[in-house]
């Protein structure tokens, strides 16, 4: 993208959403766009291939509460028209054609200062010159979905991304295999050359490189002197023990390749977990229902019930009451920080549908035997 579309370009049209969207509402928005538009979901279709980038770059934008208020200062400041060039006093306080306003947008993390760098170098009262600072590459973002018992013990998935990155035959720097860009003459490599007008001084991008600092004489033919390619590639990623799902991955460095060598951005992954058909999950802990007869209730027993590393034998003490939780220590989702969470067992009676004669008669001779004991079950109820 260059440097002028920065101001061109509606980030909210582009997502959906209103300038006053919330974080969620943007996030929602771009999560089914990406969804929708990602060109694993649309093979061979480029009016969709197009929509996904362009949908990616509003997202890097405004899921970043920093670069988001740089961005609305910015269409703000220049409502009436952005600037096209460094300011020039001679020509009525208008702007020359080839204005860099590369910095508005500038990461945090790499050391650039956004908006008040902008009109620190228009006006350069110090007369002082920062040398110019690379691009970072835009943060990517991408899904996953993965079996509940892989979220829990941990697993490596290979994930397939379009997306910008590094020239792999001038490695990023832009420059033909065996040469190497140079610095720029003018500006000694800065960017930016300055100018006295009366009592001012003015920085303005330098016009011999760019602004970017430097010359390449011999552009690499394959990306032709950008040193990013679009393409496909598969990353391996080690998603931990215990993931829960709408969980995000950061993995640095994985994002869109930046300008010329500059730093990649980051790829951040979100996980979505299925459920299971046995377990469920409490934070660390993992749930399951256990089917067991009255009987078993009232005698007592041992069950073997599953776990993550196999099958463990449960006792259920005698005179137990349906719907009680039975604790195995240590069996559930591995924590972070070491050990793991505990298997939280609720026993559920089972009820025989249909009985032959034999097992009718000795529950018939078992109710007699109960109320001849003295138990009421509902004895102490509010409702009787």
């Given at each position: 993208m260059?440097?002028?579309?920065w101001?061109?370009?509606d980030?909210?049209?582009?997502?959906?959403?209103?300038?006053?969207?919330?974080?969620?509402?943007?996030?929602?928005?771009?999560?089914?766009?990406?969804?929708?538009?990602?060109?694993?979901?649309?093979?061979?279709?480029?009016?969709?291939?197009?929509r996904?980038?362009?949908?990616?770059?509003?997202?890097?934008?405004?899921s970043?509460?920093?670069?988001?208020?740089?961005?609305?200062e910015?269409?703000?400041?220049?409502?009436?028209?952005?600037?096209?060039?460094?300011f020039?006093?001679?020509?009525?306080?208008?702007?020359?054609?080839?204005?860099?306003?590369?910095?508005?947008?500038?990461?945090?993390?790499?050391?650039?200062?956004?908006?008040?760098?902008?009109?620190?170098?228009?006006?350069?009262r110090?007369?002082?010159?920062?040398?110019?600072?690379?691009?970072?590459?835009?943060?990517?973002?991408?899904?996953?979905?993965?079996?509940?018992?892989?979220?829990?013990?941990?697993?490596?998935?290979?994930?397939?991304m379009?997306?910008?990155?590094?020239?792999?035959?001038?490695?990023?720097?832009?420059?033909?295999?065996?040469?190497?860009?140079?610095?720029?003459?003018?500006?000694?490599?800065?960017?930016?050359?300055?100018?006295?007008?009366?009592?001012?001084?003015?920085?303005?991008?330098?016009d011999?490189?760019?602004?970017?600092?430097?010359?390449?004489?011999?552009?690499?033919?394959?990306?032709?002197?950008?040193?990013?390619?679009?393409?496909?590639r598969?990353?391996?990623?080690?998603?931990?023990?215990?993931?829960?799902?709408?969980?995000?991955?950061?993995?640095?460095?994985?994002g869109?390749?930046?300008?010329r060598?500059?730093?990649?951005?980051d790829?951040?992954?979100?996980?979505?977990?299925?459920?299971?058909?046995?377990?469920g999950?409490n934070?660390?802990?993992?749930?399951?229902?256990?089917?067991?007869?009255?009987?078993?209730?009232?005698?007592?027993?041992?069950v073997?019930?599953?776990?993550?590393?196999?099958?463990?034998?449960?006792?259920v003490?005698?005179?137990?009451?349906d719907?009680?939780?039975?604790?195995?220590?240590?069996?559930?989702?591995?924590?972070?920080?070491?050990g793991?969470?505990?298997?939280?067992?609720?026993?559920?009676?089972?009820?025989?549908?249909?009985?032959?004669?034999?097992?009718?008669?000795?529950?018939?001779?078992?109710?007699?035997?109960e109320?001849?004991?003295?138990f009421?079950?509902?004895?102490?109820?509010?409702?009787?």
């Amino acid at each position: 993208m260059s440097q002028r579309e920065w101001i061109e370009k509606d980030f909210y049209k582009e997502l959906g959403v209103s300038s006053s969207a919330s974080q969620d509402e943007i996030k929602k928005a771009y999560r089914k766009l990406a969804r929708d538009l990602h060109p694993d979901a649309n093979p061979g279709d480029t009016k969709a291939e197009e929509r996904f980038k362009a949908v990616s770059e509003a997202h890097a934008v405004l899921s970043d509460p920093a670069k988001r208020k740089e961005y609305d200062e910015t269409r703000k400041l220049f409502a009436g028209g952005y600037p096209r060039g460094g300011f020039n006093p001679g020509a009525g306080g208008g702007f020359s054609q080839d204005f860099n306003i590369g910095d508005i947008f500038g990461n945090a993390n790499a050391g650039d200062g956004g908006l008040g760098d902008l009109l620190g170098g228009l006006f350069n009262r110090g007369g002082t010159r920062t040398a110019s600072r690379p691009r970072r590459g835009a943060d990517v973002e991408t899904e996953t979905t993965l079996g509940f018992r892989e979220a829990a013990q941990g697993v490596t998935v290979p994930l397939r991304m379009t997306s910008p990155s590094p020239c792999t035959t001038c490695h990023g720097s832009g420059a033909k295999p065996g040469t190497s860009p140079r610095v720029c003459p003018l500006c000694n490599g800065t960017g930016v050359v300055s100018r006295n007008q009366g009592a001012f001084g003015f920085s303005e991008p330098c016009d011999e490189c760019r602004g970017t600092g430097s010359i390449i004489d011999d552009p690499c033919v394959d990306c032709h002197g950008s040193g990013i390619q679009n393409r496909t590639r598969t990353i391996t990623v080690r998603i931990p023990p215990g993931v829960s799902d709408g969980q995000r991955i950061r993995l640095a460095g994985q994002g869109e390749a930046g300008l010329r060598g500059a730093p990649s951005g980051d790829l951040y992954v979100t996980v979505h977990v299925s459920q299971d058909k046995v377990f469920g999950r409490n934070g660390d802990d993992l749930t399951l229902v256990l089917p067991v007869s009255y009987s078993e209730l009232v005698l007592g027993t041992t069950v073997s019930v599953p776990t993550l590393e196999g099958r463990v034998g449960v006792k259920v003490p005698p005179g137990t009451a349906d719907g009680r939780i039975l604790r195995v220590r240590g069996r559930g989702v591995p924590k972070r920080g070491g050990g793991a969470g505990d298997l939280l067992v609720t026993v559920k009676v089972a009820v025989p549908q249909k009985l032959d004669d034999n097992a009718s008669e000795a529950l018939r001779r078992f109710q007699e035997a109960e109320k001849a004991s003295g138990f009421d079950p509902r004895a102490g109820w509010a409702g009787a």
